[in-house]
Every structure is written in C-alpha cells, then in structure tokens.
C-alpha cells in the first residue's frame, strides 16, 4: 500500500521565486511528521499543495494514495486540514462552524449529531459551542480548528504552524491533543512548525526546510547524533582540575569550557557519562557540578544551514 | 443510479449550507442590509416625487411615476444583493475562510450556486421592501395583477443571480474586498446605461443606442410590465432570453474565474 503521502520533485513557482524546490517526501502510516524551517522557508506553500489548494509548477505528489493534483477531490475527502491562523468565521457558533463541515464533508445529519458534540467534548470545547466564535481566545479558535479538521475523521491530517501565537499553556494542551489523537486513531500528521521544541516534542520523524529545499530528514535522535557527540561538562576542586582533565579528554575529545571547567564530547551518546563519573571517582576526584549538553534541532539547523532558526543569527 | 441521485442530493444539500450560512451572516450583522433595502426605497421615493410629472412623456405608458420607478428600484436592489454573495466571499478570501471551503470535497459549482443562492434571497428584501413602500404610501398600481408581482420577484431574483455570479467572477480574480468597488462601477453602469429611469423614446444620442442594445433594457422592460399594464408574452420573451445570455456568461465567467483563485 502507498505511504499516506508521498512527494516526487515537488515545486512550486512564484513568477522568478522558487518557494518550494524539487522537494521528496515520503511519509509512514501512522506517521507524525514534523516540517521545521523558518519563515518563508516554503512550509506552507508545500502544504497548500499537498492538500490540494495550490496546483505544483512540477513535480508531483500523492495523499492517501491519490495524485494532489489529477485526484483533488478524492484527496479532499481523505484529508484534515487546519491551516495557519485559524481561519475561522467570528459570526458563527462552534456548533454551527462544527455541523457546516460536516456537511461540506457529505456526512449525515444524524452522524453529525452524534460526532459533533463528541468533538467539542474532545477539544474541550463544549461549554463555548454555542458562543460565537468572536469571542473565543486564541487557543479555543485552535482547538476548535482541529475539531473541525477531524469531522470526517480524516487519514492524514495536515497542520499548519497550529500554535503559532498561542500561549505556552494553550500550546502544550494543542499538542497532548496532537499526541492522544495519533496515538488513539492511527492518523498520520504532516505538521509545519518555526517552533524547535514542538517538532522535537511532537514529530517522530522531521524535514528541515529552508530556501524551499529539504535539507535534512530522519528522526529528531538521529538528526541531533548526526550533528555530534553530547557535551559533557564537569566542574572539579581546583586541586583535582589537571588530573581531572587527563582523565576525561582520555574517553572523550575535549571541547572548549570556561576557566575551571573541563568539557569533553561524549562518544557513546548519554550512556557514556557513567564511565566518566566512574573514571573520575576512581581517581578519587570530587565533582562538583556535572552538565551534559545534547545538541538541539537548532544545531541540526544550524549545522545545514550556516544560519540559527532560533534567534536567526549567523552560526 | 443510487449513488448518483446521493451524490446530487449531497451536493443540494452543501449548496443550501453555503446559503443559509450567508442568511446566518447577515442575521447577526444587519448593518449588511441596510445599503441594500435602504437605498432601493430612497430612489423610488425620490424619483417618484422628483420626476412626478415626466410620465407625461411619451413611452412611460402609466400615469403615475411611482408605477415606473417602483421597477426600477426594485431592480437597483436586486443588483445590489447580488453583491451578497461577492461580498462574502471577499472577506472569506481576506481571512483566509475560503481556503476552509475549497479544502473540502465539494464541487465549485455547489459553492458557487450557495453564493448565488444566498444573494438571490436578500433581494427579495428590498424588492417586498419597495413594494410595500409602492403601494403602501406612494398609492402605486399593479394593472397586471398576480402575474404581475410575479415577474416582478422573479426577475429581481433573476438580477440578482446575474449580478452575483458577475460580481463573484471579479472577486474570484481579485481577491480582496477591493473588488466590489469595481464591480458596483460596472455594475450600475450597466443599470443605469438601460430604460431603467426613462424609456427609450426619451433617450437620445449614444445613450440610446447602448441603452437599446443593452440587454439589462429588455429584463427591466420585463419585470416593469405589470406596473404598465398586463404581462404578455411579448414582454416576458425578450428578458427570458436575455436573461438566460447574462445568465449563461456570467456563470462562465464566474467559474472561469475560480480556476484563478489558487494562482
């Protein structure tokens, strides 16, 4: 059976802008998939044609086993699709919002009444669902926006940067919600984030994008090893820093640490940092302070790229 | 043969949606209907009163001015509501709404046929708004009875089908709010370059031939007929066909222009 979504040289161009360039994906059942790059790195551009609202300039790609662009509509019917800022409509209810895509969905009105209500209870929604949606904050409009992706209960959802200006509480809550349901119903994920943390948190598998070309692929444990060897920082008695130091850059290349301080990379991943406590108690050295430091999503970024998608500065 | 009779019931069914979501809209902010209801009745009081004696002409066929105007109000209105639907879908494109509709399974004409649906509905305010105005205060006539009234709603209806699925076909193009700006400039000019306030008789110079080749002529002619006398086949015949041209290129160019909104 097809991937739930598969991309071959897909690329879209705007006049002399390239936004999205010859990207491949190909993207497991079950699957959440993180799409991480900086604004204007071409993330949304390549959701609008994954889900059918943006016609390729080459390339092609299929969801849920239907061509994005000869087979719009099956792939419509298969998909959820929250896009970014929630586009919602301020003048309806979240009931009314709720029962409308049902039927842009072709479910029934009896389905509708029952999955409905179960939806607003499911994003915690059910005390607003008769409150205009004017009134409701910025992470209400996001829940209710994945309630309303979810109505037809669709294969492969599709999120586009869904907590971008969302408060922390609101945004951990949007992503437990995320997790439950890949966990609960098997839906694959395909999720566009700026934000490291979310696509570290959430994804179990990541593409960067950046220039509208994917730059690096694989698991967020991977991607991080691939970078390099966490650092392990080890503040000792200033009468143990030389034998110290002889003991730790012996299991480890020494990294550079401020005055007092020895760092090392920790070959062997995290598991390692036993040995070295071990070496050094066996050398009687008091510890005072340990550190290990795991390298991020940013650095995997950076390391691509040249560049820091946190804080945006040269590396 | 079932799952196609579903399928056209499903897509009736989306159609009515998109409709009633429109009524929905315009219920909770009725400051959208005010332009549409208010002026209508503005111009057949004014005009009315302004232009009592300009019946005495010849090609008005009625001895009261109300009997004239009150058509053409109503037809002012009509085109008017028919921004409805173009308004809607401005603002959905605006703030990114309309993405939510074209990400679902439906099919650009059950979208578009809501929007039309929904504009041809608002003008049956103004156009009863205008007749109980007519014949309410201003003492107007109805010598073609029934049938009279009925042609009157129908072909308010049926402007307001043509001028939304025009509108829609600008906004689709444009996609901001900014294009019902040029569609009321084209719009009106094709209401006003017609017999709409006089007939052609009292029309001269390039004026008369635009307004005598002007197909919105013979959809007012039509629709004012009962307010002159009786409805006829005669009268009727021109505006259905006209209506039907205006009909047929609009809804071309409406869905012509939809192919666009994703470029």
Redesign the interface.
Known sequence: MDNPIEAKGLTRVFGDLVAVNSINLSINEGEVFGFLGPNGAGKSTAV?ML?????PSGGSAKVAGYDVASEA??V??K?G?A???A???P??TGN?LLK??A????ITRQDAKIRCPELLERVGLTAAGDK?VGTYSGGMRRRLDLA?SLVHRPKVLFLDEPTTGLDPTSRVALWEEVRTLNKEIGTTVFLTTQYLEEADQLAQRIAIIDNGQIVREGSPAALKSDVGAPTLRVDVVDSDFEIAKQVMTELGEERPARKGRIAIGLTGGTRAITVVLKALEDQNIEVQHVELDEPSLDDVFADATGRRLEGGGDT | MTSLSSYWS?QW??TA?ITK?GL??MR??PSLLIPSIIMPIFFVIAFSGSFSSVVQLDGYDTNKAVNWMAAWAILQGSAFSGLGGGGLTAT?LE???F?????????PASLIAGLVGYSITRATLPTTAVLIVSFGVLDADMPGGILGFVIAYFTAIAIAAVMSLFVLGIVFKMKTLKSLAVAQVVMFSMMFLSVGQAPLEAIEGWLYHVAKYNPITHVIRMGRQGFLGDVTWAGTQPGLISIALLMAGAGIWARGCYRKV??
Not at chain 1, 51 to 55: A, E, P, S
Not at chain 2, 99 to 107: G, H, N
């Open positions: 609008r889900t059918t609202l943006l016609k509509s099956m419509r019917k998909i699709v896009l970014q800022d586009a919602i409509d003048l309806m009314e409308l895509q039927v842009l969905h072709g205009r309303l | 499903n069914l989306i949606a979501r929905l809209r909770r902010l959905d703030n990114g709404f993405d939510r509709l074209r990400a679902a399974p439906i099919t994703d470029i």
